[in-house]
């Protein structure tokens, strides 16, 4: 009995769960429906806002950008040409000038020898009236160290070349030869332009032949002292000789050359 009267409270008590089960789910498809309608309202103003609003859109135009057209490349096939060296040219002054003219004066006497020459100095002395002709004393030999000149030596010296000469005439004319040309070979005879000088010019230079053949003490007088240096440093240039020789000893013999250029 007691049975009977659970099993139909637990029927009442299903039913009841049932009916409250039920009305959850109308109350829950309800509010889906006001959720839905809510939402698609409030999409829609959204939507319409967005129509309403305005935007400012802007626009950018980039600059034109000058194109510049570079020609075509050309490819061409490139043969080297064979190099050829230059050709150096002498360089031919303007100024025409004519060779050195070398001339050698021998001098005879004291007479024939240039007033611009290097003279000796003669001193004059009293005579005293009172001297006898047996107060004269004898004449003596000269000192062999006084130097003769060219002119006047016994035996001229032999320039290297001349050997084969017997006689002073030839040797003389020998040995003028051969200096002449060394003048001509060593003497800078644009040197005279290069001082600015032109027409003649004369230069006179004198030298000692020693005891032993060398060429020394060399004076020269010039117009400017460069012609000067270079004549002496031509002279210099003659080689040694066979000395000159006086009562069959060696002496010093002095040589007069006279320089001559003609600048154009």
């Given at each position: ?71 075509p490349l050309i490819y061409v096939n490139y043969i080297p040409e064979p190099v050829v060296e230059p050709v ?18 021998l001098i005879d006497d004291n007479s024939g020898r240039n007033d611009n020459a290097l003279e000796d100095v ?82 006179y230079v004198q030298f000692k032949i020693d005891k032993i053949g060398n060429v020394v003490d060399i004076k ?45």
């Amino acid at each position: 009995m007691n049975f009977l009267k659970k099993s139909h409270s637990n029927v009442g008590q299903n039913d009841t769960t049932v009916k409250t089960s039920h009305k959850h789910d109308v109350n829950l498809q309800k509010n889906s429906t006001l959720y839905f309608q809510v939402g698609l309202i409030l999409t829609l103003l959204a939507v319409y806002g967005m129509f309403e609003m305005q935007f400012q859109s802007k626009t950018y135009t980039p600059e034109p950008i000058a194109l510049v057209q570079e020609p075509p490349l050309i490819y061409v096939n490139y043969i080297p040409e064979p190099v050829v060296e230059p050709v150096l040219e002498k360089k031919v002054q303007s100024k025409s000038k004519e060779l050195l003219a070398v001339k050698l004066t021998l001098i005879d006497d004291n007479s024939g020898r240039n007033d611009n020459a290097l003279e000796d100095v003669i001193v004059e002395l009293p005579i005293d009236p009172t001297l006898t002709p047996g107060d004269i004393p004898d004449v003596v030999d000269l000192d062999d160290d006084v130097p003769v000149h060219f002119i006047a030596v016994e035996q001229v010296p032999i320039y290297p070349g001349c050997e084969g000469l017997d006689t002073n005439a030839e040797r003389r004319a020998c040995m003028s030869a051969k200096i002449s040309k060394l003048i001509n070979r060593k003497f800078d005879a644009d040197l005279a332009s290069d001082l600015g000088l032109s027409g003649r010019q004369n230069i006179y230079v004198q030298f000692k032949i020693d005891k032993i053949g060398n060429v020394v003490d060399i004076k020269a007088k010039a117009p400017h002292y460069r012609l000067q240096r270079e004549a002496v440093r031509t002279v210099s240039n003659i080689p040694q000789m066979i000395p000159g020789k006086q009562r069959e000893r060696n002496v010093e013999v002095i040589y007069m050359l006279p320089i001559r250029l003609q600048v154009q």
